[in-house]
């Protein structure tokens, strides 16, 4: 099915200039818009489309789906406004930066029957899709731990910290794998740079389930790092973002037991999983485009975006009050 120029992009910065690629790419943009007019301009130019105001786009019916990539203090305004002129929007991680704001996204785009998606790229990511798939197959047994680690150098915020910058993807991740919510959260700290913002992190998060999962973030860190470990009770696995395509995914088939009392560890060999090569963000904007079509419901909706929102803010508490906060 070919796709009409139906999606407008607000926001052509860091992240936006990636999306409008993608859409353009996919023949479904139909114009940009920022806060600064020099910089729609270049992009209007470069992607011959229309340059418009953001209440341009509101009141134009050709516009389907608007995409919010700005900064995360304007999410909530923004949606609200294109919810409230019917358009269905994406909305560029995190949902919203409190609790009140995501609530009222969600409640609007309820009454007004739009559908609302948040950016959470990686549950886009053929690899993260092969390990979600393998999971509920029951492939890993029970889950005991799992580990997230997003580490880089560079892209650093005067807005907002690491863990609101950088946590979302793995939260995400972790909640769909534990496919449950947390009961409570532990976040710890280090503010090096500035005084009020921290650029490395860490949260903890316990489960009903017994299941423990950390995930680490820093932007002040020499390499790149994004790699997800699991740890079941019939196997093992590492997804690893870094690396290529043929290694991104492997399985360990390990196990542990005990055995009259004593730790048995079974250790066998481990598999690499063969995926489909493609972008991540290619799919999350196809993805929106059949939300847009209305062919599916969003993978990533505002509920989703609104677990994960409940986790960071849980973090931010641990982190003011210096202690574990139940959920």
Known sequence: MKNR???????????????????????????????????????????????LSFKEINKNDDIKGVVIAVPAEFHASL?????HSGKTVYIEKPLAMNL???????????????????????QYHPGFIKLLEFVRDG???????????????????TYEDVIWSFAPHDIS??????????????????????????????IYLDFDSKLKAQVQVSWLHPTKEQNLTLVGSKGMAIFDDTKNWSEKLSIYPHGYRLSEGQPILDKAEAKSIKLIEEEPLRNECSHFLEVVNGQVQPLTDGQEGNRVLNVLTASSKSLKLNKQVTL
């Open 79 to 83: 949606a609200l406004d294109s919810i």
């Open 173 to 202: 991740m972790i909640l769909a794998l534990a496919n449950q919510q947390p009961t409570s959260v532990h976040a710890k700290s280090h503010n090096i740079i500035q005084s009020n913002i921290c650029d490395i992190a860490e």
């Open 139 to 157: 492939l890993f047994g029970e889950l005991s731990y799992i580990s997230s680690r997003r580490m880089s150098f560079g892209q650093i915020r």
């Open 100 to 122: 009140l704001e995501a609530k009222k996204i969600i409640t609007a785009a309820k009454e007004k029957n739009v559908h609302l998606m948040v950016g959470h790229l990686l």
């Open 5 to 51: 120029r139906n999606i407008a992009v607000v926001g052509c910065g860091h992240w936006g200039k990636n999306l409008i690629r993608n859409f353009s790419d996919l023949g479904s943009l139909y114009a940009v818009c920022d806060f600064d007019e020099n910089r729609a301009q270049e992009f209007s130019d470069r992607f011959s489309v229309k340059k």
